[in-house]
């Protein structure tokens, strides 16, 4: 049976699986019992291919953005070895 993903506004995400001719609009909360919409997608349930991940992930990032505390290594980010610069404040 396909996964789904319902969006309380109050409570977040919850994830429920039924059959696809009878998966409802929305569903009442675990939580707090209040009416949570099904969450639009492509396909019900989640993939587990690099592009699905990839949206996802995506996806998640406006609402959750990853903490980066240090550019990525590689050719067109340049560290510094100076050892003062290693004594500035970091955010």
Known sequence: MPLYEFRCSACGSFERT???????????????????????????????????????ATHRSAHEPAVVRQPPPGPGHRVSRDPRHAQLPRP
Do not use: N
């Not at 009416?35 to 996802?56: M, N, T």
């Open 18 to 56: 039924f059959p696809m001719s009878t998966v409802p609009p929305s569903l009442a909360c675990p939580d707090c019992a209040e009416p949570a919409a099904r969450r639009p997608g492509g396909s019900p349930g989640r993939g587990s291919s690099p592009v699905a991940r990839a949206v996802e």
